[in-house]
Nanobody, 125 residues
């Protein structure tokens, strides 16, 4: 079971990045997926999630209107399009797979039991 995140990097304020996460070792299409992030000196926080079908999504208030989550079950991949980036978006971004199948999107860490290693996003002011 593995989640491999990529796409992080350095962006300027107002810029964009697209994060990708590819899953292997489990039936990806049965699980809700989410992105979390952990900024310097901060606790890890929920950013966005997408249901197993891709039909439902949710977002933290801090990223609503700027970030968009999507998934491609044929490619075992989930994406996070991050636009209008701000310095406070600087963090390590993690993708995670839900602990349960077919269910709603959990919004806290306890709802996820498979985690990727993370990809660094740095936004300069």
């Amino acid at each position: 079971v593995q989640l491999q995140a990529s796409g992080g990097g350095l962006a300027q304020t107002g810029g964009s990045l697209r994060l990708s996460c590819v899953a292997s070792g489990f039936t990806f299409s049965r699980y809700a997926m989410a992105w979390f992030r952990q900024g310097p000196g901060k606790e890890r926080e929920f950013v966005s999630g997408v249901s197993w079908s891709g039909l439902s999504t949710n977002y933290a208030e801090s990223v609503k209107g700027r970030f968009a989550v999507s998934r491609d079950n044929a490619k075992n991949a989930v994406y996070l399009q991050a636009n209008s980036l701000k310095p406070e978006d600087t963090a390590v971004y993690y993708c995670a797979a839900s602990a349960g199948t077919w269910g709603p999107i959990p919004v806290n860490e306890n709802g996820y039991n498979t985690w990727g290693l993370g990809t660094q996003v740095t936004v300069s002011s």
